[in-house]
Each structure stands twice: as C-alpha cells, then as structure tokens.
C-alpha cells in the first residue's frame, strides 16, 4: 500500500483501553475518577452516641452520603453514615451545592481524615468526594 492508500487513525489506540471496551466497561467506567470537593469538620458529632464506633472511624474508611430533604432542621441536609451508625452532617453552610447535585443523581463519599476527642464532642475532619 502506498502512503496515499493507508487509513488515516482518528484516534490512537490504547491497548489498555481496548481490553476494558472488549470486556464491556463503558468508557465513563474507564474515566471513572473521584474529584476532591470539599475538607470540613462533621456536624453535629456531640448530638450523636459515637463512643462505641469511635474506634472503627479510621482513615481507611469511606463514609456514604445520605441526602435529607426532609430535614425538618436544614433543607439541604447530607447526612454522613458509617454503616447503621450517623455520624453526622455535613455542615449547613456549606452543604448546598453537594445537595444539588446529589438531588440531580450524582454520587458521593466522604474519607476521614482526622479525629479527635474535645470533652464530649468528636471532632473529625473529612475530605468530601464526587465519584466522577
């Protein structure tokens, strides 16, 4: 085949890329990545009973976000669960944008990052997650 005759490739192809296709992973599956979007405290940790599953919130843990539309407290309430146990909020000032978007079918997560007892309140900061 002369030059002239040879295909033109729109795209190169990447051999990792075309295996995860083959086997049926859609491509936002491949992209898949997760977006840092917030660093905070958890609310209202001193309103919960959190002596027994204090022990258990290390950093290798993902809590799951839990959307509350009708919390009669906050409109934009997103809850943060470890397993059965609420640990708390996401604080009402800055939880209207994740509450949107969760709203419209986005996901979340939140990883821990710090712990600590202060008296009767536990204070844990967190790093908040869009699994894009």
């Known amino acids: 085949m002369s030059q002239e005759q040879q295909p033109q490739t729109l ?3 990447n051999a990792s890329l075309l295996a ?9 599956q491949v992209m898949q990545r997760d977006i840092l979007v917030l660093e905070c405290q958890v ?9 027994e599953v204090e022990p258990s919130l290390s ?9 509350e539309a009708a919390n009669a407290y906050d409109n934009w309430a997103v809850a943060l669960h470890f397993g059965k146990h609420k640990i708390g ?14 709203d419209a079918g986005k996901a979340f997560f939140a990883t821990i990052q ?8 536990l204070c844990i ?3 908040v997650y869009l699994r894009d």
């Open 125 to 127: 900061d967190i790093k």
């Open 59 to 67: 950093q290798e843990v993902k809590l799951e976000l839990k959307r």
């Open 43 to 51: 609310a209202g940790t001193s309103y919960r009973h959190l002596e």
């Open 89 to 102: 909020y996401i604080p009402r000032d800055k939880n209207e944008v994740i509450a949107r978007l969760m």
């Open 20 to 28: 995860a296709l083959s086997k049926g992973m859609g491509l936002t």
């Open 114 to 121: 710090a712990r600590e007892w202060k008296g009767r309140w």
């Open 11 to 13: 795209i190169k192809v």
